[in-house]
């Protein structure tokens, strides 16, 4: 249930950059600087600076390469020549020649070996010397070393043909479709993320479509991919190892399509374009295997360009969901590519010499209002549609969901209020740049060319639980002349609602950072423009941004993990200070927020390294998530266990084992990979998520007993009161043995106040004021089954009141001789003197003596 959060955009122009042809790119991901070849000469970019590097020969590059062991750039010409070329000394040397020239070439991912694949139909295996190793035929008729066997069953000669007659055993399988007109036509190689395994994707020669075939790492072929009609050329091998991706246009549809490692289709998902109208340039994955990029251009013109789109996708629970998409209208796409290292780092080229840096996150959107009001509302975006679910009412696994929000465009950021606004509780940012603001309504007053779907949470008959959200309003925002804006996709983000009706966000402008602000709070809804304009300048870039619980204080940490205050009522901008100094985390962290902890606004923050710290001190090394309660803090680990800390005290030291605070209440076994999705407020419930997509709901002992305590102070609390109606009073001893029990399992127990409220009983019975549910008899009974009946006769004989302690010892099994002549000794005494008797039995030496001294003479 997590959406890709975008950290911080770089843009760096360089008007001296010949993007507008760009062939190759490649990424050195230790310096993050990407190296460019367009036409004959080559550059170096970096978010800092860019350089002319080198002059090439003429000619079509088919391969660029950054190999990390020599630092140098291998690019490989269609004629066939190779080249080095050093990135410090930038000299350039041919290292070898292929004959016949080259359509296709790759490196391995350990770049020990390299495949060429020569215009003569001719796959060539080589060493990193660039020492041949083999040679054999591409086109080969062959189905690979592991051939698929058919033992009959189900075939076509086997099956039962009715009325068509065995003729129809006899009927030739339809030929595949050629190759597409807008297919570019070239043969492509992408590896396995292990290397022991790659694809190749060429047009057959005789049957003229498009062929996939699998071969191992020392080139012998393994398998032949089955034939698809309308198979395209991309392609790109899911680095975990489970999937080939390409794409196939159907008739109806245009599809991503997988294969497995033996050739066979392995599911697909269909693009959110109709047939024909979007060409697919690439398929790429990350690294990790969890975003999968897909780069096309629509085919007809937009605002007077072909505009250009890269698509972000991710899987759960073989759902694929549409997290982002960056529309780019007046600089064209040159190319794309994923950091090696660093795997949610997106590199992008544009036309007019623009470099793109891209960083996200994972990140759960969900209400944080933490009040009794706040429905635990999570919300999963799938391109135009808003998935939202409200746990406090409803548990419902994804991909499904309680209601969806349908909008006019894809939504790029979901952002709710920290408290429930005067006329929204939820703020979402489209694609496009406008902004639609969210309330809980009848779902008939929804904004024009936005819908509500009610699914799982009160369709075919069932009657709602609630209220959905509907958009009450959608607007774009104006900014001020001093604002400037960059023209590309996301250039505002990091959108986070503030007190007042205000919503702060961010925007790079030449290497810093401009911090804005919205005002919402005069906003009318029939307007189309909302003013926004400039709060101050940051000197670095922006990496996080966060609001307290009472959303007047914004947390803003920088890239180099310096966090900065903003007041809202001030607009002052200082360093964040804490008890060891202006806080500035050892490590950026991708995950922030901000809590009470003992009474102070503690910085939370999470690494993508798993390390965890509040304030400048590290919590944990392999903290997984985290989520803030109203009154704990939930963490998961590396261990797969669940720990919640007491906020009401000084996290460090509990971590630390310093603080007794139940430890060993606190840590509870999860399933493996488990992760935090969020916490109900005044409520018992946690809501996980597993790594395959399903979540789980659990009641954490440290909520059960906080739930449990509030519960039996506010019964507790009806006792105090001396004008209760009788009804009240009825309802209030119907909680009658709970309140006894809380008062007598506190960690110091209060059996005075539970023996006076049975006294209170029996005393009101005897009036005849009400009809208790429990008897004072009963009660009494169910007291002793907790604690001692002799220390219960003393605590009833410490109260000085001679009708609770007989009411006492008639329920013991003392002989009333025994206690009878000592109460009647008592009795006969001055009040003051009986008080010092009874103090001075029960060894209770100071109240005897304080007793003793009003005795007087």
Known sequence: MKNLKLIYVTQVEHKTLKCDEVSKVCVNSESHVVYIVSKENLYAVSAETGEFLTSLEPGIVVAFTYLYEQQSLCIAMENGN????????????????????????????????????????????????????????LHSKELGEIQPVTVGWGSKETQFHGSEGKQAAKLQQQTTQHVLTWDDRQTRISWRGDGQFFCTSFIDPEKGCRKLNIWNREAVLQYTAEEVDGLEHPLDWRPSGNLITSSQTKLNKHDIVFFEKNGLRHGEFTLPFPPGSFKIK????????????????????????????????????????????????????????????????????????????????????????????????????????????????????????????????????????????SNYDMLVVLSDGRIALCNKKDSSTTQEDCCVIVKNAGQNGFKKQGLVHCVTSLFRVQWSDNINVPLIPMCIHHWTCVAGDTVVCASPVQGRTALLSVNLKNHNTDSEKVLGRLISMLKASLLNMCTNNDGDIVALQLTDGLVLKYILDTEVITPWATDQGDLQFPQPCSTMAVCKVAGKDRVLGLTERFYFYCDNVQLSSSCTSFCCNRDFLFITTHDHTLRSLSLSHELPQIMEGSLVHDNKDNIRHLERGSRIVVTVPYDTKVILQMPRGNIECIHPRSLVLAKILSLLDKYCSYGKSEDKLKHGKQKKLKYLLGVLTAHVKKKQPELEDALVKIKKLKD??????????VSADEALKYLLYMVNVNKLFDVALGTYSFDMVLMVAEKTQKDPKEYLPFLNEL??????????????HLCRFRKSLHHLCKCGK
């Open 282 to 421: 690439e398929v790429l994955w990350n690294s990790e295997s969890t975003i999968l990029t897909i780069w096309g251009q629509l085919i007809q013109e937009k605002n007077g360009y072909n505009e250009h789109r890269i698509l972000l996708w991710t899987t759960s629970n073989y759902h694929w969901y549409l997290k982002q998409s960056l529309s780019f209208n007046k600089y064209h796409v040159t190319a794309v590519l994923w950091d090696v290292i660093d795997p949610y780092m997106l590199h992008v080229t544009c036309s007019g010499g623009h470099y793109l840096c891209y960083k996200w996150t994972w990140m759960v959107n969900h209400s944080k209002s933490y009040s009794s009001d706040d429905n635990a509302c999570v919300a999963v975006i799938d391109g135009a549609h808003l998935k939202v679910t409200p746990f406090r009412q409803t548990v419902i696994p994804p991909p499904m969901c309680a209601y969806e929000l349908e909008f006019p465009d894809t939504i790029s950021q979901v952002v709710f209020p920290p408290k429930i606004a």
């Open 827 to 840: 009795q006969q005494l001055d009040p003051t003197y009986q008080k010092y008797k009874i103090d001075l």
């Open 82 to 137: 190779l080249f080095l070329v050093n990135i410090f000394t930038k000299a350039v040397e041919c290292v070898g020649f292929v004959q016949g020239g080259l359509l296709a070439t790759s490196w391995s991912p350990d770049q020990e070996i390299i495949i060429f694949l020569t215009a003569q139909g001719t796959l060539v295996l080589m060493t990193k010397d660039f020492d041949t190793v083999l040679e054999k035929s």
């Open 764 to 773: 009101s019975t005897s009036n005849c004021e009400i009809t208790p549910l």
